[in-house]
């Protein structure tokens, strides 16, 4: 997989976006695992902008795996600066999965009340019903009471 390229203005506000953030994986002794990978690719999953601090290596070594990492994982490399490398790869759009449990939402009604002195307009009013409450003829908002069993399913429950 090709490294994604950045323009230089796209790299400068990655950079600025970047300065503020806490490294979120360490190059250790080990150099590049799978591992450290592995964290590298679910950090940008998670964060798509990182920052990666490697512990051991010099200049030369730190820029190699800048570039592996950006290879590997189809990131654009942002910034090498010091023993901090910056990471950037766009998120990935999360998929949402509908829950067929999941009742409707709040409804949003509009309630008329026609003027008490005539020739006057009539007083208009939005309301919000939630799923446990309802709507009187008058225009209130009332919470909804248990329904009642029949009579006949009562007495059936009772002597059954």
Partial sequence: MPALNLTP????????AAHHL????????GGLTDAVVAEIDAALKAHGLI??????????QREAWLAELAERLDAA?????????????????KEKAADPQRKPGPREYKVI???KQPGRRPEIKT???LGNQRLTPGG?????????????KA?????G
């Fill in 113 to 115: 009340k026609p003027a």
């Fill in 77 to 93: 490399p942002v910034q090498h600066i010091g023993k901090l490398l910056v990471l950037w790869r766009p998120k990935p759009a």
């Fill in 155 to 159: 007495a059936a429950a009772r002597s």
């Fill in 51 to 60: 920052k990666v601090r490697a512990l051991e290596g010099d200049r030369a």
């Fill in 22 to 29: 806490e490294p979120v994986a360490m190059i250790g002794a």
């Fill in 127 to 129: 309301v919000r019903v």
């Fill in 140 to 152: 209130l908002v009332k919470k909804a009471k248990k329904r009642l069993k029949s009579a006949k």
């Fill in 9 to 16: 203005a796209e790299r400068a506000a990655h950079r600025g």
